[in-house]
């Protein structure tokens, strides 16, 4: 099975799932691109299926498409929909991120834009 999104106005508007050779059977004619996307792919980094490691296949336009992504066709990147206004969009995984790192000690944080700061849940 494939991943396909379909972007009007560089923005992604429906994804489905299909075989390659049944692909044209799901698609509509109304305005937009299908492209390929791949599920395993997050950040650049293909991973292997149902896992966190890396697998060895090429990464597929940086990120799997999400409906409300933008795609960039000049770097062929889904990029997912910002999180906040003070976030930076790293160009080399297509992903945002905090102008503040989160911490690396265990235990969940959420961000708050207003102190532009992460704070501990808990």
Known sequence: MAHYAKVLDNLVTQVIVAEEEFFDNFVDSSPGEW????????????????SNDAGEKTPLRKNYAGIGFSYDKDIDAFIPPKPYASWNLNENTC??????PMPSSSGQYIWNEETQSWEELG
């Open 35 to 50: 492209l390929q996307t791949s599920y395993n792919t997050k950040g650049g980094i293909h991973y292997l299926p149902n």
């Open 95 to 100: 992903l945002w991120e905090a102008p503040v």
